[in-house]
């Protein structure tokens, strides 16, 4: 969660937010309101976060058959995610511009000493959407 954290913190002012969705898809990794409270104060997270039922499958929540409704604009990689931390980013005119698999860290990985927050393709895709 850090690097969502950070990318809130960063782009935030302008009028970048990060969302964060819990879903019981993936292995329980859903939860409660109160589930959702408790890991908020446990990471710090300040960007908004929401329970839903369902984020793939025929039982998806709208947003989520929304989300996956829409072209794939890197077709390499499945638009529904296999796992959490699927990343969308989307336009401010609500268009996907691109999604980025739980592998791809958000921000500079503690695990790869290569790895930059100014070359990271999240933060380079934030940017160049928010230069428009």
């Known amino acids: 969660m850090a690097g969502l954290q950070v990318l809130e913190e960063t782009f935030s002012a302008e009028g970048f937010h ?3 969705f819990y879903s ?7 939860g ?5 409270e408790g890991c908020t ?3 710090q997270v300040t960007f908004p976060q929401f329970a839903v ?3 793939v499958g025929a039982e998806a929540q709208p947003v989520w058959q929304w989300l996956l409704g829409q072209p794939n604009p890197n077709p390499e990689t499945a638009l529904a995610p296999d796992w959490n931390f699927h990343k969308y980013l989307i336009s401010r005119d ?4 691109q999604h980025y698999v739980r ?3 958000p921000g500079d990985d503690p695990s790869n000493p290569n790895d930059s927050f100014e070359d990271n ?6 940017e160049a959407e928010l230069a428009k």
């Open 24 to 30: 019981n898809d993936f292995g329980n990794q859903g």
């Open 18 to 20: 990060v969302l964060g």
């Open 121 to 126: 393709p999240i933060v380079l895709g934030i």
């Open 53 to 55: 039922d369902h984020v």
């Open 41 to 43: 104060g446990e990471y």
């Open 32 to 36: 409660s309101d109160d589930d959702i």
């Open 103 to 105: 592998a791809v860290y």
């Open 94 to 97: 609500g268009q996907l511009m």
